[in-house]
T-cell receptor
Framework: QQQVKQSPQSLIVQKGGISIINCAYENTAFDYFPWYQQFPGKGPALLIAIRPDVSEKKEGRFTISFNKSAKQFSLHIMDSQPGDSATYFC??????????FGGGTRLMVKP | DGGITQSPKYLFRKEGQNVTLSCEQNLNHDAMYWYRQDPGQGLRLIYYSQIVNDFQKGDIAEGYSVSREKKESFPLTVTSAQKNPTAFYLCASNTAQGPYGYTFGSGTRLTVV
């Protein structure tokens, strides 16, 4: 059972555009929602994370929007750059110490 | 600097061979995990360990084995029973106090030749 559904699987955006990746979860016990960025041949690295007590968190060009009632959260990359081209994973965690990952989104930002 | 070290970066396996992937962490994390990533795919959990001398099967444990004799180390053996082992293998670790410290290694790419 996939508890975190991520879409789209792939995304192509022009330089300077906005990249939007969406995730939906089922388990209402989840209370921690991180996003990871993975470059080819490397391990995923934590990009930004949110707790459900806020609806939005912004760090530079990266913003997480969180909708608790809809059980959805999304990553917005403003002014997307070619260097942002990577695979992005959303994840969700509860009081335990294991994360449940979405299926990943391959982002390509065209110059 | 604290982190997770995976070795080797590239590994080649002949048919019928067992190979062992190394994962060492100096973050003083209690929990460690192994994931498999196929090209263009997500992360699939192979095994995890929450404490020394204990480990649990993940979603795709068949053909793999692990040990956790030391807190710092969680090696993964890909046995000959794993029929399609070519993949990118990622090790991760985390504290016991919630999911907030999840950290990944840089991965090992295993290829069957």
């Amino acid at each position: 059972q996939q508890q975190v559904k991520q879409s789209p699987q792939s995304l192509i955006v022009q330089k300077g555009g906005i990249s939007i990746i969406n995730c939906a979860y089922e388990n209402t016990a989840f209370d921690y929602f991180p996003w990871y960025q993975q470059f080819p041949g490397k391990g995923p690295a934590l990009l930004i994370a949110i707790r459900p007590d806020v609806s939005e968190k912004k760090e530079g060009r990266f913003t997480i929007s969180f909708n608790k009632s809809a059980k959805q959260f999304s990553l917005h990359i403003m002014d997307s750059q070619p260097g942002d081209s990577a695979t992005y994973f959303c994840a969700a965690g509860d009081a335990g110490n294991m994360l449940t990952f979405g299926g990943g989104t391959r982002l390509m930002v065209k110059p | 600097d604290g982190g997770i070290t995976q070795s080797p970066k590239y590994l080649f396996r002949k048919e019928g061979q067992n190979v062992t992937l190394s994962c060492e962490q100096n973050l003083n994390h209690d929990a460690m995990y192994w994931y498999r990533q196929d090209p263009g795919q997500g992360l699939r959990l192979i095994y995890y360990s929450q404490i020394v001398n204990d480990f649990q099967k993940g979603d795709i444990a068949e053909g793999y084995s692990v040990s956790r004799e030391k807190k710092e180390s969680f090696p993964l053996t890909v046995t000959s029973a794993q029929k399609n082992p070519t993949a990118f293998y990622l090790c991760a670790s985390n504290t016991a106090q919630g999911p907030y410290g999840y950290t990944f290694g840089s991965g090992t790419r295993l290829t069957v030749v």
